[in-house]
């Protein structure tokens, strides 16, 4: 049975420490967890960890685990090149899995890219301040040590609700900022998640949070998904704030997706077209597809309308709440002059994805792999990402359909089908 991670960020917002300590709150084993972390010392020159240890702690009369990392650094930036470069140390020097691996490069190549944006700096010429430091690494490193020794980076579905911000202002190396700061306003753009301001007047969201929150491309509720929890962590921040528990909690469980098949309610939009080129058809197919999450097809049918002219029949399922962007996309592209639109109820059998190492030649790629299941839950279709396939053909010289063959084979030998 799939696990369901729901990260609760909605009342006191998300920093690394914070998931860090709700992880561990959760069962993660903190020896492991700190020994990682004093593995890594020695990576950043010029630092001296004085102080590594979590602790029970309390927040306006909740309980919660709490993470003291007191440090002593005089190197006060690197540059984005060499702090990637250190990350990737790291994560060698600590034994990581390869999963593991790449959510700590991710995450850090997640901070990087706003960084590049907001100081409109190349990479190779970008320097960190506040990111550069140890405890930057040590929020990821142990994050990823965590997530690696309580399995939640296999076979997991992460959630989040929309993140509180916080308000007020900030001091940080280039002055004073509102909140929330660039960075992370850059994050939630590029992840799409929403975010509220408040409750409290002060940073609730950090960078690191926020990319730790990237790394693991959660679901956007408003309401707990259906699942059992079986383990709470209650992740607790360094502010204190008067009537807001500063605390990050964190619910894993199983999903529970088998009681009943699912179904939502999709809008479907269709136009006939018969004055468009193949080739403009095709580019505005491609638009539509990458437009936005929420279009789940998009179909180009063939047909004969009246005085035997022929047609296309576009057809976009999509989300109630992006039919607007679509409409006003296909009036300005194809210049028809009406879309029909019809409100269906759908069933659907749950579809997930997992990442799945594997081995090619001796070289090691991480591959997206599509699993679905019926009601009962036994998986009626295994299917790896294209795109992933074309990259490793590309990288071997292997034809397309020989690559195909190949992963399809690993993935049998893998045994998804008892998952």
């Not at 309580?150 to 202002?169: R, W």
């Not at 709440?321 to 659907?348: A, H, M, P, S, V």
Request: glycine residues 6%; aromatic residues 6%.
């Amino acid at each position: 049975m799939r696990k369901i991670v729901v990260i609760d960020p909605q009342v006191a917002g998300i920093s690394g420490d914070m998931f860090l300590s709700a992880l561990v709150d959760c069962g993660a084993n903190k020896n492991k967890i700190i020994n990682n972390i004093k593995t890594i010392e020695k990576l950043f020159s010029d630092t001296i960890i004085r102080k590594i240890e979590f602790i029970n702690s309390e927040s306006n009369g909740i309980r919660a685990t709490k993470f003291l990392f007191d440090i002593e650094e005089k190197l006060l930036e690197r540059s984005a090149s060499e702090m990637l470069r250190i990350l990737a140390n790291c994560c060698e020097v600590t034994n990581l899995s390869e999963l593991a691996k790449k959510f700590v490069v991710e995450t850090m190549k997640t901070i990087i890219r706003v960084e590049s944006r907001i100081h409109n700096k190349e990479v190779k010429d970008l320097h960190l301040h506040e990111s550069s430091s140890i405890d930057t690494a040590a929020d990821i490193i142990g994050s990823a040590t965590a997530l690696d020794d309580l399995d939640l980076l296999y076979e997991t579905t992460f959630y989040s609700t929309k993140v509180a911000v916080g308000g007020g202002t900030t001091q940080f190396s280039h002055g004073t900022i509102p909140n929330p700061t660039n960075a992370v306003l850059e994050i939630f753009r590029i992840l799409e998640l929403p975010i509220a301001g408040g409750p409290a007047h002060s940073e609730m969201t950090t960078p690191t949070g926020a990319a730790i929150l990237a790394g693991l491309n959660p679901k956007i509720i408003s309401t707990y998904p259906e699942f059992i929890p079986h383990k709470i962590g209650y992740g607790a921040g360094a502010k204190k704030f008067e009537g807001i528990p500063n605390i990050l909690r964190i619910s894993i469980g199983k999903s529970n997706i088998y009681a009943s098949i699912q179904s939502d309610t999709v809008s479907v939009l269709e136009t006939n077209i018969d004055d468009m080129a193949g080739e403009m058809m095709g580019d505005l197919v491609e638009k539509l597809s990458k437009l936005d999450a929420g279009v789940k097809d998009v179909t180009l049918v063939s047909g004969i309308t009246k005085k035997n002219r022929p047609v296309h029949v576009l057809k976009v399922i999509c989300s109630e709440d992006i039919e607007k962007r679509i409409i006003e996309l296909i009036f300005n592209e194809t210049g028809t002059l009406g879309i029909r639109k019809t409100i269906n109820e759908r069933y659907k059998l749950e579809r997930f994805s997992v990442l799945l190492p594997i081995t090619i030649q001796n070289q090691e790629y991480v591959i997206s792999v599509k699993i679905s299941k019926d009601q009962q839950g036994k998986i009626i279709n295994i299917k790896p990402e294209f795109d992933n396939i074309r990259e490793i053909a590309n990288k071997l010289g292997f034809p397309l359909k020989k690559t195909m063959e190949t992963v399809n084979n690993l993935i049998f030998q893998r045994n998804l089908y008892d998952i």
